[in-house]
């Protein structure tokens, strides 16, 4: 079973910025997708940005132009790169991969972002 870990959130000012990583422990050309997603307190997970194998990126309404989603299969770890940071997008934000065959579904165990003056 792939593992998939996240790493880089934390406390961070109106306006700021932070990037989060996620290393998966396998290679991560073979996966059709791979994504962030986040969930604030009482609300439903909901998707952020998603890297496909082949064709372009996609950002949630909320996030495009601010964030920037990107593959690094040398290290088979993405990254989230987030910019102009609002109290909005605080939540706890989960690394997701996926494949079709042989069939894969895998989470990570969040890491939490906060934005708070």
């Known amino acids: 079973q792939v593992q998939l870990v996240e790493s880089g959130g934390g406390l961070v000012q109106p306006g700021g910025a932070l990037r989060l990583s996620c290393a998966a422990s396998e290679s991560i050309f073979s996966f059709n997708t791979m994504g962030w997603f986040r969930q604030a307190p009482g609300k439903q997970r909901e998707l952020v940005a998603v890297?496909?194998?082949?064709?372009?990126?996609i950002y949630a309404d909320s996030v495009q132009g601010r964030f920037t989603v990107s593959r690094d299969n040398a290290k088979n770890t993405l990254h989230l790169q987030m910019n102009s940071l609002k109290p909005e997008d605080t939540a706890v934000y989960y690394c997701?991969?996926?494949?079709?065959?042989?069939?894969?579904?895998?989470w990570g165990q969040g890491t939490l972002v906060t934005v708070s003056s």
């Open positions: 890297s496909p194998r082949w064709g372009s990126r």
């Open positions: 997701n991969a996926n494949r079709t065959n042989p069939s894969l579904d895998a």
